[in-house]
């Protein structure tokens, strides 16, 4: 192999060539072993970039993809490896997964089946009592005598471990809320995910149970509000027959309360007709009304509302319901006490709600006739 001149201004620059150059050479007589060759090859072929790097790397320009070299060989053995772990997965999956699951859906229904039996004792609070008392003695375990009574029973078979105890009273309060057998406890988690699923949609369903009743209780209060708004108004309008628009439409129920169509004129707000709407279409409008005008804090404006109907002295009609503070029955003399008189001037807070535009106590009525 023919030399080549190179300077070279240190020694492991020196060696590094002559390493490379004894790749070279080996590399290059163990092909011309394989292809049946004696001789030295072409000078020229020695100094194509391409053949160099070939035997540099060790890699050989007679090589075919189907040819595999021991490295192959010992890649498939690994991926056979792999492919053997895949199969024990598959059967660990089987044999403890899958029976596993059901063996614990099972667990979930004998559970649930005891305390269905507790449930239906008639020594049942002696029972939970006893269950109470032996948590906190042998496991430092508390509970509350107000606590639900299947929390309470799970705990007492799971003493030491909290969040499992947890996870399984919610299993079996879901079965217990709707109504399954034990036996069918198994098949209904299975069929709606697992237990975390059932679970979770359980929680999500009580959250938007809860939003809903939240929005329907305020809608009820912002109906009352408005009736006692009615009550202290004094501002009305005698709009004739001619100038009302039924649209309520057929099948439906009309709402309490009617609409006015109004166009600000100036100094003047003139009525253009009055609807009858659905009372669809009034929960509509309501709901707009208490999103800008009532907080959320509704028991505040519960208090806020019967105080307001107490000065107004309403205690039956606009909006006045049976059990609501106050509430007497029509034509049936209330007796109260005498109370020192409070001054007030008639009106709520200032931002409340429920403070009317005008107050009861003016003497005059102010008469809107419809344009």
Not at 100 to 122: E, F, M, R, W
Not at 192 to 212: L, M, Q, Y
Request: aromatic share 4%.
């Amino acid at each position: 192999m023919p030399a080549l001149k190179v300077e070279l201004s240190s020694r492991p620059a020196r060696r590094i060539l002559i390493k490379i150059g004894v790749i070279m050479e080996n590399t290059e007589k163990v092909q011309q072993a394989n292809l049946g060759q004696t001789g030295p090859q072409n000078v020229e072929d020695d100094m194509e970039f391409g053949l160099l790097m070939n035997r540099v790397m060790g890699g050989a320009s007679t090589s075919r993809p189907s040819d595999k070299s021991a490295n192959d060989v010992q890649v498939d053995i690994l991926l056979g490896q792999a492919g053997s772990l895949t199969k024990l997965n598959d059967q660990y999956t089987q044999t403890f997964v899958v029976k596993g699951t059901k063996a614990l859906y099972d667990l979930l229904g004998a559970i649930y089946s005891y305390a269905l039996q507790v449930d239906s004792s008639p020594l049942r609070d002696h029972v939970l009592q006893r269950m109470r008392d032996e948590l906190q003695e042998s496991h430092d375990v508390k509970t509350q005598a107000n606590s639900p009574w299947i929390t309470t029973i799970v705990r007492f078979i799971l003493p030491s471990d909290r969040q499992t105890a947890y996870t399984y009273a919610r299993v079996v309060q879901i079965a217990f809320d709707e109504n399954l057998s034990a036996n069918e406890l198994p098949a209904y988690i299975r069929d709606r995910g697992g237990i975390s699923k059932i679970t979770t949609t359980k929680e999500s369903e009580e959250a938007a149970k809860a939003i809903k009743d939240h929005k329907a209780a305020k809608l009820t209060l912002t109906r009352k509000v408005l009736l006692a708004n009615a009550k202290a108004s004094n501002l009305v309008a005698g709009p004739e027959p001619k100038k009302y628009l039924n649209v309520v439409p057929e099948g439906k129920k009309q709402g309490t309360f009617d609409l006015a169509i109004c166009v600000n004129v100036g100094q003047e707000v003139k009525i253009v007709r009055f609807l009858q709407v659905s009372e669809q279409m009034e929960a509509s409008v309501l709901a707009a009304i208490a999103d800008a005008s009532l907080p959320d804090d509704l028991d505040a404006i519960q208090a806020k509302l019967d105080e307001y109907r107490e000065r107004l002295g309403i205690n039956n009609g606009w909006g006045m319901e049976p059990g609501d503070k106050g509430y007497a029955l029509p034509n049936v003399p209330v007796i109260t006490p005498v109370q020192a008189p409070q001054a007030h001037n008639g009106d709520l807070p200032k931002g409340d709600a429920v403070e009317p535009t005008e107050t009861a106590s003016t003497p005059t009525t102010q008469h809107v006739e419809a344009q």
